[in-house]
């Protein structure tokens, strides 16, 4: 489980608070330290760790806990409430048009899993009976349409593409017509990654923003780079109005901690999963 060590740690930190019939502030702060010190090796964003550690003080130290029978119960409790307020609802769903096609745009830097994800996306709309359609918008390797089209193939879903000869935008526009003349519900946008973040990535992620007016913009990240995850996801939210984040590669070695930062650091959902 991504969170197993993390909850691991965690439950150690609390363990010495449990059976203790009175609390000082002193326990609180002691226990508090190692809670910190957890999370940070989890690799939760500093920033997200201290606001964290202040909302379980805040409340931990107010006398209700303090004079309660079962304070270090209250503390644990109290920590595992303001856990589950930084992870939040744990499984954000797809918004769904009120008219279809809902428009699914992915976005992200190269390799962070875009192309993989939509298939994932795409098998997982179409268990629950929904009529997806993926779209070839990365234009500049015909690799990358090739790729898209065996993902689609494998979970036999059919693929849109004008090859590369065409801009993203229009090529996207003219898959939103194909899916509302074939009665597509879904239409899954598949983008090119870049190294960086650039002018360039961001003018066409807008440019196609522009023509199709998507209902989700999600964004791909690769939970592996950790702390960077956190950055690009900030930077890509101030930039694009992303309506939820898709981590993936979580099945490797990631220590979920960047899952917990994107979440608190740009306030948008965690959509979807990716592992392996
Ligand atoms: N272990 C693991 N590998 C993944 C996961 N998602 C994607 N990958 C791998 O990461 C690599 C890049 O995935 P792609 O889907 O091609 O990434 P992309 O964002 O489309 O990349 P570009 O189109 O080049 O920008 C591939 O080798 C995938 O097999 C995952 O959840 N777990
Ligand atoms: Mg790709």
């Given at each position: 489980?991504?969170?197993?060590?993390?909850?691991?740690?965690?439950?150690?930190?609390?363990?010495?608070?449990?059976?203790?019939?009175?609390?000082?502030?002193?326990?609180?702060?002691?226990?508090?330290?190692?809670?910190?010190?957890?999370?940070?090796?989890?690799?939760?964003?500093?920033?997200?760790?201290?606001?964290?550690?202040?909302?379980?003080?805040?409340?931990?130290?107010?006398?209700?806990?303090?004079?309660?029978?079962?304070?270090?119960?209250?503390?644990?409790?109290?920590?595992?409430?303001?856990?589950?307020?930084?992870?939040?609802?744990?499984?954000?769903?797809?918004?769904?048009?009120?008219?279809?096609?809902?428009?699914?745009?992915?976005?992200?830097?190269?390799?962070?899993?875009?192309?993989?994800?939509?298939?994932?996306?795409?098998?997982?709309?179409?268990?629950?009976?929904?009529?997806?359609?993926?779209?070839?918008?990365?234009?500049?390797?015909?690799?990358?349409?090739?790729?898209?089209?065996?993902?689609?193939?494998?979970?036999?879903?059919?693929?849109?593409?004008?090859?590369?000869?065409?801009?993203?935008?229009?090529?996207?526009?003219?898959?939103?017509?194909?899916?509302?003349?074939?009665?597509?519900?879904?239409?899954?946008?598949?983008?090119?990654?870049?190294?960086?973040?650039?002018?360039?990535?961001?003018?066409?992620?807008?440019?196609?923003?522009?023509?199709?007016?998507?209902?989700?913009?999600?964004?791909?990240v690769d939970a592996m780079t950790g702390q960077d995850a956190v950055?690009?996801?900030?930077?890509?939210?101030?930039?694009?109005?992303?309506?939820?984040?898709?981590?993936?590669?979580?099945?490797?070695?990631?220590?979920?901690?960047?899952?917990?930062?994107?979440?608190?650091?740009?306030?948008?959902?965690?959509?979807?999963?990716?592992?392996?």
């Open positions: 489980m991504v969170f197993g060590n993390l909850s691991e740690k965690l439950q150690n930190a609390l363990a010495k608070l449990k059976g203790k019939g009175r609390l000082s502030e002193k326990d609180v702060n002691m226990a508090m330290r190692e809670v910190r010190l957890a999370l940070l090796e989890a690799d939760v964003n500093f920033k997200v760790v201290k606001d964290f550690i202040k909302a379980v003080k805040d409340r931990a130290i107010g006398s209700e806990v303090m004079e309660s029978l079962t304070p270090g119960q209250q503390v644990i409790k109290i920590v595992n409430e303001e856990l589950t307020l930084l992870m939040g609802e744990r499984e954000a769903k797809i918004d769904f048009a009120p008219q279809p096609p809902t428009i699914i745009l992915m976005c992200g830097l190269q390799g962070a899993g875009k192309t993989t994800t939509s298939g994932k996306l795409a098998y997982n709309l179409k268990k629950q009976n929904k009529r997806p359609l993926l779209v070839a918008c990365d234009i500049y390797r015909l690799a990358a349409i090739k790729q898209l089209e065996v993902v689609g193939n494998k979970v036999d879903v059919p693929v849109f593409t004008m090859g590369n000869q065409n801009k993203p935008n229009h090529i996207a526009k003219a898959a939103i017509e194909h899916a509302k003349r074939n009665s597509y519900d879904c239409v899954i946008i598949d983008t090119a990654g870049r190294l960086h973040i650039d002018e360039e990535l961001m003018g066409e992620l807008e440019e196609i923003e522009e023509s199709v007016d998507p209902d989700e913009i999600l964004l791909v950055n690009v996801a900030e930077t890509f939210n101030e930039k694009l109005e992303i309506t939820g984040i898709i981590l993936t590669k979580l099945d490797g070695d990631a220590r979920g901690g960047a899952a917990l930062s994107i979440r608190a650091v740009t306030e948008k959902p965690i959509k979807f999963v990716g592992m392996g």
